[in-house]
C-alpha cells in the first residue's frame, strides 16, 4: 500500500460505486431490451436537430472549446432575460454546485439542507470542511420553517431543490419568499431547478425574477434533464454579477467542451421538441399516478419526470427482478429512502410495460 497520505475527510467518505451501464445488465441477464429509470435522463433523448448537427461533422473540436460559451452566452441570456455576466457554465451543474462551495466555504462555516436531498451539495460542503446541518424533510416536502430556525451564525449557504430529489415535490412560492425573506442577506440561497421544466406552468414560481431583488440568490438549472444531453455534460447558474465573476475566477477555463456548447444553443432554439416531450412526460406522469393510486400502492406526488414509490422491505428483492427484465431503476437505500424505489418516466410503452411488472411484483413481495 502506497505512503501518500490522503486528507481524513476522503478517507470517511463512502467508496464511489458507479452505477451498471446498460450494456452490463444485457450482458448479465442475457438480454434484448435494457431501459434505465434510474438516473432521471430524457428517455425521448436530444433534439433531432442536435443528432443531425453532428451527423454533418464538426471540424471545431481540434480547438479549445470558448471558455465564456459567448454563443450560448448570448441565447440564454436572451432567453432568460438576464445579464449575460450573471450565467456561469460548468461541466454540469454537479461542477458549478462544487465550485461555489469552493469560493464560499472553509472549516468556520456551515450550510443547511434539506435531508434526504442531492448528494452533490454535502460532498462539496465536506470537501471545504465545512459542517453539514440537516433539516428533515417534513411529509416529503422541504420544511421552510425549519431550514430558517437551524440558521446560525455560521451559516453561508442554504441548498434548496423545487422539484426535489428524490421526492419531486416542490416549494410553492410563499415557501420559497418565506425563506428569502427570513434569511439575512450574507447568506447565499441556492435553488437548484434541475427539473423546473416539467413543472405544470400554475406552480411555477419564476425564480429568476426574484434575482432582482435578492443578490444573495442564485438559480440552478441543466441540460441533463429535459433537454436530454447528460452524456455531454452542461449546466449553470444565474446569480449576482459579482459573485458570479468571482466563482468563475477559480474554474478551469475549458471545463464546457465545445460539442456540448453547440448542443446547448441547438437545444435552447428547439422549443418545439421540448414542449412535445414535456406534454407527454406530464400525461404520462397523470396516468401512472391513477394506475398506483388503484393499485393502493404508495406514491409522492412528483412535479418531475420520476416518481417515488413505497415498496416495503422487499425492495431489494423488486429492485433485482426489475432488472433481471431490464428495467434499472434506483434503490431509495441510495437516495434517503430504504423501502421505497425511484423510477424514472419513459415513453408511454416502455412506462406500460414497467408499472405492469413492477404492480406484479409489488404484489408478489408484499403478502
Ligand atoms: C440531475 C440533477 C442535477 C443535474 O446535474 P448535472 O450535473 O447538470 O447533470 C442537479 N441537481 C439535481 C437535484 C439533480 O437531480
Not at 453532428?54 to 471545431?60: C, E, I, K, L, V
Not at 449546466?235 to 467542451?257: E, H, R, S
Not at 423488486?318 to 424514472?344: A, C, H, Q, T
Request: glycine content about 6%; some cysteine.
Amino acid at each position: 500500500m502506497t505512503k501518500i497520505k490522503i486528507k481524513p475527510w476522503i478517507l470517511n467518505l463512502p467508496e464511489y460505486i458507479p452505477g451498471g451501464t446498460i450494456e452490463d445488465i444485457r450482458e448479465k441477464y442475457n438480454l434484448k431490451e435494457v431501459y434505465k429509470l434510474a438516473s432521471n435522463e430524457n428517455i425521448f433523448g436530444p433534439s433531432p436537430k442536435v443528432i443531425e448537427f453532428f451527423q454533418a461533422g464538426f471540424d471545431d473540436i481540434k480547438y479549445y472549446p470558448d471558455s465564456y460559451c459567448r454563443q450560448l452566452r448570448e441565447k440564454l441570456s436572451f432567453k432568460l432575460g438576464v445579464d449575460e455576466e450573471s450565467i456561469i457554465f460548468g461541466n454540469g451543474t454537479d461542477q458549478v454546485i462544487e465550485m461555489i462551495c469552493d469560493a464560499i466555504l472553509d472549516d468556520t462555516k456551515n450550510i443547511i439542507i434539506p435531508d434526504p436531498t442531492f448528494l452533490t451539495y454535502e460532498k462539496s460542503a465536506l470537501k471545504n470542511n465545512a459542517k453539514v446541518l440537516k433539516v428533515p424533510l417534513l411529509n416529503y416536502r422541504q420544511d421552510v420553517k425549519s431550514i430558517v430556525k437551524s440558521v446560525n451564525k455560521d451559516t453561508a449557504i442554504i441548498f434548496l431543490t423545487s422539484p426535489h430529489n428524490p421526492t419531486g415535490t416542490i416549494l410553492t412560492k410563499e415557501e420559497f419568499e418565506y425563506i428569502l425573506n427570513n434569511i439575512k442577506d450574507d447568506i447565499l440561497i441556492v435553488l437548484d431547478e434541475a427539473y423546473v421544466e416539467f413543472m405544470p406552468e400554475k406552480d411555477k414560481i419564476d425564480s429568476i425574477k426574484y434575482l432582482k431583488h435578492f443578490n444573495n440568490l442564485l438559480v440552478m438549472r441543466t441540460f441533463s434533464k429535459i433537454y436530454g444531453i447528460a452524456g455531454l455534460r452542461i449546466g449553470y447558474g444565474v446569480g449576482d454579477k459579482n459573485l458570479i465573476a468571482n466563482i468563475t475566477k477559480l474554474m478551469q477555463p475549458f471545463v464546457v467542451n465545445s460539442i456540448a456548447q453547440v448542443a446547448a444553443i441547438i437545444s435552447l432554439e428547439d422549443e418545439e421538441n421540448i414542449n412535445k416531450n414535456i406534454e407527454i412526460i406530464i400525461n404520462e406522469r397523470e396516468r401512472l399516478f391513477k394506475i398506483l393510486e388503484k393499485e393502493n400502492i404508495t406514491f409522492i406526488k412528483s412535479y418531475s419526470n420520476f416518481i417515488l414509490v413505497k415498496t416495503g422491505d422487499k425492495s431489494s428483492e423488486i429492485i433485482e427482478e426489475l432488472l433481471k427484465n431490464g428495467f434499472m431503476v434506483r434503490g431509495g437505500d441510495f437516495l434517503g429512502f430504504p423501502g421505497y424505489i425511484r423510477f424514472s418516466i419513459s415513453l408511454p410503452e416502455i412506462n406500460e410495460k414497467f408499472i405492469n411488472l413492477f404492480i406484479s411484483l409489488f404484489k408478489k413481495y408484499n403478502n
